[in-house]
């Protein structure tokens, strides 16, 4: 069986942490930022989890990370 190839554009969009758990980055931080409130800006600016059916789509793009 052939290696499977990581999809690098989704490996540089993802972290998987040491528990196994991936984390993203939220949306809706490049323009028309000036509609938002400082409060919606600063969360936005967290890391999120990848949860539910998501979880198997990165599974199967980042075949070495789990």
Do not use: C, W
């Not at 990848?50 to 075949?63: F, I």
Request: charged share 40%.
């Amino acid at each position: 069986m052939p290696k499977l190839k990581t999809k690098k554009g989704f490996a540089k969009r993802l972290k998987v942490t040491k528990n196994k758990k991936i984390l993203r980055s939220k949306g809706s931080r490049r323009h028309l930022l000036s509609a938002r409130t400082e409060k919606r800006k600063r969360f936005l600016r967290k890391k999120a989890l990848v949860v539910g059916v998501d979880r198997m789509a990165v599974k199967r793009a980042l075949p070495y990370q789990f």
